[in-house]
């Protein structure tokens, strides 16, 4: 009698994996179908450098993509020297640990049962050989359907370009693209993480710079950090974007929902209620655009019945938790400034 069918009953988690001689292994740890529902799929990349050209470890990164002949990969997560990074936010759990001289690993561990199924995951691991040269090894498993079947195959794009047939024969700098689309892609990841890695010395500079005795100071945001007034004044669009400007940046301007959010979110902790943005529709009545850029404002999360220009005059905007509001444009309150890094 096989085991599966007593594993299934008993609620074990199935496991499989990929492994080649270059001690990379892409294990994916499923519940059988019976439990799919209920319990959620996990994909880990599992590196040792022991034995290896790589005498250190730079990172282990965990790529996805519905389909292989043209792949379109989807940045998943990776732990690099510093941190873990997530690329799905919270769709999972990503875990990982770097070891010089041990086992490496990332962990992704899908939040809700049935998420992360019908990908091929291709997992890089990159170093520096004894020379101190980058390289790397990857691999690539697909995670069929919850229930174990083949995933139905994504509908063509409108119009596609057939790729010529090469033959083995005429295939002798095959391996030399493939090593230089590696080597491209390593770079590319390497850039990515020193622009995260000088966007944070920025933010750290800003946070001890002369700044902090007038602002109060935010993390970073999507490649930005926030500046909130310490003290009322009495605001004016023209004044107070021209302050901004001298600490580097503009008053604030709200570009999505999650933009939004996470400054109402930095207002609160700050204890403010309510604070000035460059949000406004001085030149034309209802038709709100940002005070810098003269850009209209997105779809954003307004505050119940508004904006409503109350008994008139009502040009200018603030935002809390609740939402945006429009008000006159000389109250005294505080405000946000933007400043973009890099």
Not at 110 to 124: E, L, N, S, V, W
Not at 155 to 167: D, E
Not at 243 to 264: H, I, P, R, T, W
């Amino acid at each position: 009698m096989s085991l599966q069918p007593i594993l299934m009953l008993l609620g074990v988690l199935m496991i499989s994996s990929a492994q080649g001689e270059d001690n990379l292994v892409v294990r994916v740890i499923r519940p059988p179908s019976a439990y799919s529902d209920k319990a959620p799929l996990t994909v880990q990349c599992l590196f040792s450098n022991a034995g290896t050209e790589l005498h250190t470890m730079n990172n282990v990164k965990l790529m996805r993509t519905r389909v292989r002949a043209k792949p379109d990969y989807q940045f998943v997560g990776v732990r690099t020297l510093r941190e873990v990074e997530n690329g799905l936010g919270s769709e999972a759990v990503v875990t990982g640990e770097l070891k010089q001289g041990g086992e490496s690993f990332l962990s992704v561990r899908f939040a809700k049962p049935g998420d992360g199924y019908c990908y091929y995951y291709r997992c890089t691991a990159t170093g520096k050989n004894s020379q101190g040269k980058i390289r790397g090894t990857s691999k690539i498993v697909m995670v069929n359907s919850k229930d174990g079947r083949a995933c139905k195959k994504p509908a063509p794009a409108a119009t596609t370009t057939k790729a010529p047939v090469v033959s083995g024969s005429d295939c002798s700098s095959c391996q030399a693209v493939k090593d230089l689309q590696d080597q491209v892609e390593i770079d590319a990841m390497k850039i990515q993480n020193n622009a995260l890695n000088i966007q944070k010395l920025q933010a750290l500079l800003i946070q001890a710079s002369p700044l902090k005795e007038n602002y109060l100071i935010s993390g970073i945001f999507d490649g930005s950090v926030y500046l909130l007034s310490k003290k009322n004044e009495r605001f004016s669009l023209e004044s107070k974007n021209d302050q901004c400007k001298e600490a580097g940046g503009y008053l604030v301007e709200l570009d999505s929902k999650e933009e939004q959010d996470f400054v109402a979110q930095f207002s609160k902790a700050a204890g403010r209620s309510f604070v000035y943005i460059s949000a406004n529709d001085v030149d034309k009545e209802g038709t709100f655009v940002q005070y810098n850029s003269k850009k209209p404002i997105p779809q954003l999360k307004w505050k119940k019945g508004e904006p409503n220009n109350y008994a008139g005059g009502e040009d200018c905007a603030n935002i809390n938790v609740y939402g945006l509001n429009d008000l006159d444009c000389s109250r005294s309150s505080r405000y946000l400034c933007e400043i973009p890094l890099m």
